[in-house]
């Protein structure tokens, strides 16, 4: 099966500075990568994702890099606010070629210091 | 669409007893998932459904869980008996079809078992 892993568990940020992490996965199949991201005692809500047949993708101070070849895809937040503090969990999916199945890397807590 | 509902929010129980987790997912999804989040183990996919029938199964601990589908609005997930071990939160997610599809998670239910 799938086995995706996650670095950093935990990331400590400037307010206004940059943010990155970044995730593996084993399973050549895999073809579609979101990320999620989960507030304290929320649920996860998806906040980008991107397809096999892209290598990035930006919404507002968000992106999402993927390298097919390395197997690797990295979460970029640039300009860090105190609201972007949360636990954002990476995870890889088959997509269309296969069952339904999310595999989630352990997660990063993100402090963004005022 | 008041989104993924999940009962109860919270629950408190002895070791040995049933607990029934609900959950009913947006209408017109038609796959429904279930997962477990721990600090140790982060978010573990239990099962999955499509359609009301079970599709994948393998995430499920041990025979003491279970989970069901009735209909197209409403899950169980059942752990019988209960062991301090299963002290997790529980989340139910719905997504619309396979693949590529953002995954609406409810609010969970915190599981205590004492």
């Known amino acids: 099966g799938e086995n995706v892993e996650q670095h950093p568990s935990t990331l400590s940020v400037q307010e206004g500075d940059s943010a990155v992490i970044k995730c593996t996965y084993s399973d050549s199949a895999s073809n579609y990568f979101p990320w999620y991201k989960q507030e304290l005692g929320k649920r996860p809500q998806l906040i980008i994702d991107?397809?096999?047949?892209?290598g990035e993708k930006k919404d507002q101070r968000i992106a999402v890099t993927l390298n097919k070849t390395a197997k690797h895809f990295s979460l970029h937040i640039t300009e860090t606010q105190p609201e972007d503090s949360a636990v954002y969990f990476c995870a890889a999916d088959r997509g269309e070629t296969g069952a339904n199945n999310l595999f989630f890397g352990t997660g990063t807590r993100l402090t963004v210091i005022p | 669409d008041a989104g993924v509902i999940q009962s109860p929010r919270h629950e408190v129980t002895e070791m040995g007893q049933e607990v029934t987790l609900r959950c009913k997912p947006i209408?017109?999804?038609?796959?429904l998932f279930w997962y477990r989040q721990t600090m140790m183990r982060g978010l573990e996919l239990l099962i999955y459904f499509n359609n009301n029938v079970p599709i994948d199964d393998s995430g499920m601990p041990e025979d003491r869980f279970s989970a069901k589908m009735p209909n197209a609005s409403f899950s169980t997930l059942k752990i019988q008996p209960s062991e301090p071990r299963d002290s997790a939160v529980y989340f139910c997610a719905s997504s619309l079809m396979a693949g590529y599809n953002e995954q609406f998670f409810g609010p969970g239910t915190r599981l205590t078992v004492l």
């Open positions: 991107i397809r096999s047949n892209v």
């Open positions: 209408s017109g999804h038609d796959y």
